[in-house]
């Protein structure tokens, strides 16, 4: 047996940003009953873990101002609407890392806060990385500080159980490597 659906009344955008909107939205649920939901639509992002060798892990360090501080975490980023995740995935390492992945292993996809967020994460494994191209246009957003290295996949699994590693997607994108 299936839910009744969700019938929109009214969406109403109280925000648009750069990377995301905010909706108000007057709706019935499936259980019948009237509320507002607020939603913050995002248009999706990948994330990445390039992997040079089957036992390392490129980690960038990445100032977050909403969180005031520098982050170890796997690279990421939004998709441009419309964007297929794959041309995003191959995109986004070569802005954030500075290497080209020769292949991508789409390892999952997860809804980091379906509460109030739409977002879906899509995870690629980055294999056969190589250097990019010399007419590359691609580079780092202007809001970006970003600091790759490369980690032994044992030292970042030390440093999610030690509490060093703080970021969800990166504690989630280590799991799925299994």
């Excluded at 499936?30 to 507002?36: E, I, M, N, Q, R």
């Amino acid at each position: 047996m299936t839910a009744p659906a969700t019938i929109v009344h009214e969406r109403r955008e109280v925000y648009r940003g750069r990377v995301f909107t905010l909706s108000a939205d007057r709706v019935t649920l499936p259980s019948g009953h009237t509320s507002v939901m607020d939603v913050v639509r995002h248009p999706g992002s990948v994330v990445l873990l390039p992997m040079p060798a089957p036992d390392q892990l490129v980690l960038i360090r990445q100032y977050r101002y909403a969180v005031d501080r520098f982050i170890w975490e796997v690279p990421a980023g939004s998709l441009d609407p419309g964007e297929d995740p794959r041309a995003g995935a191959a995109r986004e390492c070569e802005e954030e890392i500075g290497l080209v992945p020769g292949c991508l292993e789409q390892l999952g996809a997860l809804l980091p806060t379906p509460g109030f967020c739409d977002e879906l994460m899509t995870f690629y494994r980055c294999t056969e990385l190589t250097a990019p191209a010399p007419d590359s246009t691609a580079h780092q957003d202007e809001d970006e500080v970003i600091e790759p290295r490369t980690f032994p996949l044992a030292e970042v699994r030390r440093m999610i159980a030690s509490g060093e590693i703080v970021d969800m997607k990166t504690v989630a994108g280590v799991a799925l490597l299994g």
